[in-house]
């Protein structure tokens, strides 16, 4: 067995989940297939699936005055804050559903692209 498990170029492109409770509504509806990007860090604001308290979650990453929180959208829940060691996975950068009005990508999706871009010139 190769200790290089989990490090081939796979493990860096784009990979779809479903989501599978409503702590992202109204914007992530459960059921619906949200797309992941994992060779980026997230920054606040940004929608991101993380490790953190021996759990993966997909949340919104805030940072606030020096503080980090795993935020959900639907008030029903309550946000998370980061104390301890954590690692993103990825942030969304679209979002697809069963009709073609429930696609949406995300405005920072356009930032990676022009990123990488700019890193092969």
């Known amino acids: 067995m190769s ?3 989990g490090s081939g170029c796979a493990e860096l492109e784009p990979y779809a989940l479903r989501v599978t409770d409503d702590s992202m509504a109204p914007e992530f509806w459960e059921g619906c297939i949200i ?3 994992p060779r980026h860090s997230a920054q606040s604001g940004q929608y ?3 490790d953190y308290a021996n759990d993966t979650t997909f949340r919104q990453f805030v940072e606030e005055g ?3 929180y795993l935020k959900p959208l639907n008030e029903k829940y309550e946000a998370v804050e980061i ?3 954590f ?3 990825g942030i969304v950068i679209q979002r697809a559903g069963t009709r073609r009005k429930h696609h949406k990508h995300y405005e920072y999706a356009d930032i990676i692209n022009q990123d ?3 890193a092969a010139q």
């Open 116 to 118: 990488e871009r700019s």
């Open 66 to 68: 020096g503080r980090r």
């Open 3 to 5: 200790d290089n498990i």
């Open 35 to 37: 797309i992941i990007e």
């Open 48 to 50: 991101a699936v993380v």
């Open 83 to 85: 104390t301890g060691p």
């Open 87 to 89: 690692a993103v996975r």
